[in-house]
């Protein structure tokens, strides 16, 4: 599972998807990273129900969508590579064992064998529309808790954006019309170039018109529920 996942590279729709926490897969050399399949779990170790909803958006607009299949705890695919969470040590109060002192060489092939060719594949999917004259428009799907150090969220979906509202801005509004959910703007995470690495690599430095959604974590845990918000966030895109 070294490779990422590849959806419709080919498709015909004008979006990118992309999802750098689909998945909570640990290599078996890895041993676990010395977690129990309790923590494997958790949200520390992927965005629970992003891959669905991802798969269901690449579905409903014939788009490509590109997936990581490594744990975010393997390695963070939206972290610059010189981040101290790029390979996570702690993650929400729990501690890594299989992160703890790393050689340089043991770094070195996480990177190898899982960011670069991750994103390289976002890079060769937008490339390739380039060559054909394709506009694309990047949109990253990620998921939140419910809750956080004991606070509720009140967002069931939200947006991250930067400078460019573009998107946002007439998504947001979309999403907001009906008045029968709280919709996050930048809340409880605002897009940040510092911070964040796959908008900014793959969209901004591009000039793409791009967004990051995150869908609350307990409203995309079954199938059903994924498609449904796919389908409500995919009519704000049309």
Not at 21 to 37: I, K, M, W
Not at 94 to 106: D, F, Q, Y
Request: glycine share 6%; aromatic share 6%.
């Amino acid at each position: 599972m070294t490779a990422p996942r590849i959806l419709r590279p080919q498709g015909s729709g004008r979006f990118v998807f992309f999802c750098d926490h689909a998945s909570n897969y640990v290599p078996a050399e890895l041993r676990d990273l010395g977690l129990p399949a309790s923590e494997l779990a958790r949200h520390i170790a992927w965005d629970i129900g992003a891959a669905g909803v991802t798969e269901a958006l690449s579905e409903i607009f014939d788009a490509p969508a590109i997936l990581c299949n490594a744990s975010r705890l393997v390695i963070d695919c939206n972290r610059h590579l010189n981040a101290s969470d790029l390979i996570p040590e702690v993650s929400d109060g729990t501690v890594i064992p299989g992160n703890l002192h790393l050689s340089e060489a043991a770094k070195a092939t996480r990177r190898e064998r899982w960011f670069h060719p991750y994103h390289d594949a976002v890079e060769a999917v937008l490339l390739e529309r380039e060559t054909r004259g394709v506009q694309s428009i990047a949109v990253s799907v990620h998921s939140m808790t419910a809750s956080l150090a004991g606070k509720p969220r009140p967002w069931r979906i939200a947006l991250s954006s930067h400078l460019d509202r573009s998107l946002a801005d007439p998504v947001l509004a979309a999403l907001r019309r009906p008045g029968d959910v709280v919709v996050g703007d930048n809340q409880p995470y605002g897009l940040d170039p510092e911070v964040d690495y796959s908008i900014p690599f793959h969209a901004l430095r591009r000039g793409l018109p791009h967004v990051q959604v995150e869908f609350r974590q307990d409203e995309i845990t079954e199938t059903t529920a994924q498609r449904q918000w796919a389908l409500r966030f995919a009519q704000t895109l049309m």
